[in-house]
């Protein structure tokens, strides 16, 4: 008779996967409200409210556009909203992330010209410039760009983009994917100039996934009146009809509770002490996977210290052991779900999701496990990594 039986889970299980992220348990409550007409003043004043708030978040006064749909629906807002088949785009290479948005484009028929880079190093701000001071016929409509590639652990800066714009006189806008980075990471639309701010609900708001947004600047409300791709349901003009200046159809209304109860978490912590604790816990994973690639084990995916991700970070496995062996043990035997690896990524890397509803032990307990699941799968590492992420919280903690 074999003595091993599986392990029945109990206790929570730690989700540290970048998304979707952890809900916390008054979001939970909140959502879970009764069916209200999405026309009753008193939710009109919720909904109102919630607007104004997620505005405050994307540090913008433009009109934001919202949808039921995942991240994936504001992409195809975006897109269907602003351009006519044949419009160029240039799309930023950051990793799985950008390469499926320029997909998704090229599937309405637009052209697409990639500014190629280094999935370990991030794009090259002066080939950057040079693509755009190339283009003097101004044929590029618009950049496609993402914060935070989730895929790789890198973080794209909007800022040098927007210089990069600005030095060149080119006046292609500006789109930007914020999805994992909206609430765990800097985001200011207006102050970057960004034309349309692409957000979704399950990564750093912490809410269920269902909804998705765009922020959309007048620059960009202008090129809609001219775009010819088909649309009808994601029409902003269409939505502009309606009272709540989004949805065609039902508004959901249990993810309008659930992100009025997020966006007060997010400003009763405050959004800079939001950004601190990301950064802090983010720190103590990078420490923590350094002290283990001596010995031949795991590095950190990115290569580039400028552009670490402070919302999510990638391991590459050493040669001849597969991510998925860790992931596989991290949830079955430890209850613990790490994120793998996307695209041509695939169980070469896996991926520790740091944002949303995040605290020290939770971090702490996640890294453990992973060290646990490399002894448990034979993937070589110096031990102790978790010893070097307790040094520098306590170190974070004593300093404060
Ligand atoms: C998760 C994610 C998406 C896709 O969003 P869905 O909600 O899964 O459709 C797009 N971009 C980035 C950067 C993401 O992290």
Redesign the pocket.
């Known amino acids: 008779m074999s003595t091993t039986t599986a392990r029945t889970p109990r206790g929570r299980q730690f989700f540290a996967n970048?998304?979707p992220t952890n809900i916390p348990d008054s979001i939970l409550k909140a959502v879970a409200h009764v069916s209200i007409d999405f026309n009753d003043p008193a939710f009109l004043t919720v909904y109102d409210g919630v607007v104004a708030g997620l505005k405050r978040i994307l540090k913008t006064q433009h009109e934001i556009f919202l949808y039921t749909?995942?991240?994936?629906?504001a992409?195809e807002a975006a897109l269907v909203n602003l351009f006519s088949a044949g419009d160029a785009l240039l799309v930023i290479e950051t990793g799985h992330?950008s390469e499926?948005?320029g997909k998704m484009a090229q599937d309405f028929g637009l052209e697409i010209r990639t500014l190629a880079a280094d999935w370990r190093r991030g794009a090259d701000f002066a080939a950057l410039r040079a693509m755009l001071a190339a283009d003097s016929a101004h044929a590029i409509k618009a950049i496609c760009a993402?914060?935070?590639?989730?895929?790789t652990g890198m973080e794209l800066s909007i800022a040098e983009i927007r210089a990069a714009l600005d030095a060149t006189g080119h006046p292609a806008m500006l789109l930007v994917?914020?999805?994992?980075?909206l609430g765990s990471l800097d985001f200011r639309m207006d102050d970057w100039g960004v034309d349309v701010a692409?957000g979704?609900?399950?990564?750093g708001l912490m809410l269920p996934?269902g909804l998705?947004f765009t922020g959309v600047s007048p620059k960009a409300m202008a090129a809609h009146k001219t775009s010819r791709l088909p649309k009808s349901y994601l029409n902003w003009t269409n939505m502009l009809t309606r009272r709540h200046k989004s949805f065609i159809g039902t508004v959901p209304t249990s993810l309008f509770y659930g992100l009025q109860e997020s966006i007060r978490l997010l400003e009763e912590e405050g959004l800079d002490q939001v950004f601190a604790r990301h950064a802090r816990l983010a720190e103590a994973v990078r420490r923590c996977v350094r002290h283990w690639s001596g010995n031949n084990g795991p590095q950190l995916f990115c290569l580039a210290p400028d552009r670490f991700s402070n919302s999510v970070t990638a391991v590459q496995m050493p040669e001849g052991h597969n991510a998925e062996d860790i992931r596989r043990i991290a949830l079955g035997t430890f209850n613990v779900s790490l994120g793998g690896g996307l695209g041509r990524l695939g169980g070469k890397v896996f991926r520790i999701g740091h944002l949303g509803d995040l605290n020290e032990p939770m971090i702490l307990g996640t890294l453990a496990t992973v060290e646990a699941s490399m002894r448990v799968a034979g993937v070589p590492h110096t031990p102790g990594g978790v010893n070097a992420a307790i040094d520098y919280l306590a170190d974070q903690a004593r300093a404060a």
């Open positions: 970048p998304g749909g995942s991240g994936h629906a992409w992330f499926s948005w993402v914060q935070n590639e989730t895929a994917d914020t999805i994992s980075s692409v979704g609900s399950q990564k996934t998705s």
